[in-house]
């Protein structure tokens, strides 16, 4: 019997300070392909190259609407700005068209760096 291989989250490359400093505890993802659960230890990579650097734990979960997101879902959150901002990022993200109907996973986490 193998070990299930960590699951991995790419993030873009201006995030990447942000979670090493502590201030980024949470990422909204959407297509969750990976069945992301409470408890998951996750290794962060670079959006592009693909390298590790960090670690975290997800603490917290929760599944809303792009739409419905609010204030408190937005804490520990890099600023977005508004819902049309939102998808516009997302849009890029994920190479796909938005409505704002989709549904994020909304993931609080701890980090740790590599």
């Known amino acids: 019997m193998g070990t299930n291989p960590m699951k991995t989250l790419g993030f873009a490359p201006?995030?990447?300070?942000?979670?090493?400093?502590?201030?980024?505890?949470?990422?909204?993802?959407?297509?969750?392909?990976?069945?992301?659960?409470v408890g998951d230890e996750v290794v962060c990579v670079h959006q592009?190259?693909?390298q590790p650097f960090a670690i975290f734990t997800i603490t917290s979960l929760i599944i809303k609407r792009l739409k419905d997101i609010d204030e408190i879902d937005r804490k520990g959150h890099e600023k977005v700005g508004n819902l049309a901002d939102i998808i516009d990022?997302?849009?890029?993200?994920?190479?796909?068209?938005?409505?704002?109907?989709?549904?994020?996973?909304?993931?609080r986490f701890l980090a740790k760096k590599l």
């Open 14 to 37: 201006d995030l990447i300070p942000l979670i090493l400093d502590g201030s980024k505890t949470v990422s909204w993802r959407l297509f969750d392909d990976k069945n992301l659960n």
């Open 89 to 107: 990022i997302y849009q890029k993200y994920y190479s796909k068209d938005l409505t704002g109907d989709e549904e994020a996973k909304i993931i």
């Open 48 to 50: 592009f190259t693909r």
